[in-house]
């Protein structure tokens, strides 16, 4: 059995912050999420791998800061390089 390097993945994390009406913010530190319609429902996925539902999303507020915004443009630049480099080897 031969060893190799193995380059673990390297993910961006950014704060989602939501309350719900009336009571207090809450935050925590994710690298992804994604909302399902049909059950109302926000998912948030943490660093260690895990995830965090929250039910009844239409009840809801959320803010994503500076770092969301970083974390998007930095996917995007990978994502439109990723292409460039694929149309070349074409």
């Given amino acids: 059995m031969s060893t ?24 925590l530190d994710v690298v992804g ?5 049909k059950s109302d429902r926000m998912v948030l996925f943490k660093e260690n791998g895990g995830i965090f539902e929250i039910p009844c999303w239409n009840n809801m507020y959320s803010s994503l800061g500076e770092d969301w915004a970083d974390k998007v443009n930095k ?5 439109s390089s ?5 149309a070349e080897k074409s």
């Avoid at 390297?10 to 809450?26: D, P, S, T």
């Avoid at 999420?33 to 319609?37: I, M």
């Avoid at 990723?82 to 694929?86: A, L, T, V, Y």
């Fill in 4 to 27: 190799k390097n193995v380059e673990e993945a390297q993910f961006m994390v950014y704060n989602f912050e939501w309350k719900e009406m009336g009571k207090e913010w809450q935050k």
């Fill in 33 to 37: 999420h994604k909302y399902y319609e």
């Fill in 75 to 79: 996917q995007h630049e990978e994502e």
């Fill in 82 to 86: 990723k292409g460039k480099e694929d």
